[in-house]
């Protein structure tokens, strides 16, 4: 084999780098034929070392690359390429524990690695999604070797928090991602066609699944890992694992330069924020965050979902030549030690969203425009946290309320609000990612006629400003302050801002973009160890923490906060009744409250970039 150059390649394949506990990892390795030893560059994989990733692609190419020709590229520039396959996946001995396993077996891949006599000792991981929560993984535990990483949508901070479970609830991802990879997986013909048979959507339609009565039954180790997470619902030892909760582990961390990198709508943009924060505070080694307009993995694409960016948004021509050039610079400057000036680079590159001329593009899609920004610090350094109350008469306003009664809402169980969009990944064939029009339609999962907009659903309390006379930048973190009551011993509430644009030609009822979103869990509004019901009726103050955004509101445009209980199938429903996780065996409706007084002023704080 032969690089693009004619330089001679060696491909060792299947080779097994043993675990501490004796089991085999299935390895490819890809080096140059003469001289070295060179630097290595290694990716695991639950996906299959052998096949296409899908985030290896371009602008100019938008194909996936094979992973020989990744390997390719990279060797081309000096380095050596291994990939392997995690435990209990395709080549690779052992069980799959989805995520509990890669800190370890990263780790002694690494002191394997660096035993190699092709290897000079400095050793940079690269890989998205899972292959960026096996990085993190590793990185916890400061394996020998390890120069750098380039963490791409994944490495989870708290997997708790975000990623797995979101404050409580659980984030049904991990529903549809076992189902599409045991059904991808399957070798067995009998047990492929039982999974072939299953009707996801329908699966998801009548909750609670059961061990052995899900679309599972199937395949067994799915389905045990499934439940585990599912039912997992206090913060304990199991959510203390290197795998999901670098957090625990910053001040230990590997003390490398990382790249933490992640799109607006994307599920782990909160988990990149964090761990950049949280390593950045040690003031060692250089941490570098980036946050564009993407979906999962999708970061050479101008649009997400039904809204389009502009040119400005993909990482291919502002960022770099491509992701390539841009992993590629990273790696050169910090393993190989190439004085490229990446260092003198913001540490902070943000897209903010918005600016564009709301008209319908050629591609039927909302030109919403934006254009990226530098800065030294997440949170910007410039930003003024700036409060919006709840007004009893649906305002959205700075100034806070009087006097008025709570506003109430039902909330069924068996009608949850549709999920349309969000920072979400691997929910087909039932949700997908994306900036949407919030309204309900024939392609909604969940949504029943009569459609209509989502904040004209009677379980949905919708607050808006008037249309803006000036332009508000929103860059960073935003949180929702309410004082809530409900009926029964548990609930959730969820929150949800809107971009709204104004009414036009294209769009006659306007666009309800949105921006950003998150949601309690009330058992759990005090304590993650130790969670407690609600006593009915009494008044809770309660806190919650959405996906971090950048967005820049026109005049003209409304900011819109939705507030609910339910975001589905996003998250699982809460079936009201204070039953353990996972279960729904009693469900009943909520009468819940959101009170917007002046003693109790719900309210959001915008982080507002002047």
Known sequence: MTDARGGAIVVEPDLLVRARDGVGLATDVYRPAHGGPFPVLLERTPYDKSAPSRAERTAAVPTPRSRAEVAAYFLRHGYTVVYQDCRGRYKSGGRFTKYLSEAEDGYDTLAWLVRQPWCNGRVGTFGLSYAAHTQAALGCLDPPGLAAQYLDCGGFSNAYRSGIRHDGAFDLKQATWAYNNALADAKDPAIKAALEAQDIKAWLGRLPWRKGDSPLSAAPDYEDYLFEQWGHGNFDEFWKQPGIYAEGYWEKYADVPVTHLSGWYDPYARTAVENYAGLSKRGRAPNRLILGPWTHGDRSLTYAGDVDFGAAAAVDGNLAEDFFGLRRAWFDRWVKGVDNGVEAEPPVQVFVMGGGSGRRNAAGRLDHGGRWRSAAAWPLPQTQWTPFYLHPDRSLRPAKPEASPPLAFRFDPHRPVPTVGGALSSGEPVMRGGAFDQREGPHVFGAREPYRPLCQRPDVLSFATPPLDREIEIVGPVTVRLWVASDGPDTDFTAKLV???????????????????????????????????????????????????????????????????????????NPNSGEPEGSMEHPRIAENRVFVDRERPSHIVLSIIP
């Open 499 to 573: 971009d709204v644009h104004p009414p036009s030609a294209d769009y006659p009822d306007g666009f309800a973009m949105n921006l950003t979103e998150g949601l309690l869990r009330l058992r759990y509004r005090d304590s993650w160890e130790q969670p407690t019901l609600m006593t009915p009726g009494e008044v809770y103050a309660v806190t919650i923490e959405l996906f971090p955004i950048g967005n820049l509101l026109m005049p003209g445009h409304r900011l819109r906060l939705d507030i609910s209980s339910s975001n589905f199938p996003h998250f699982d429903v």
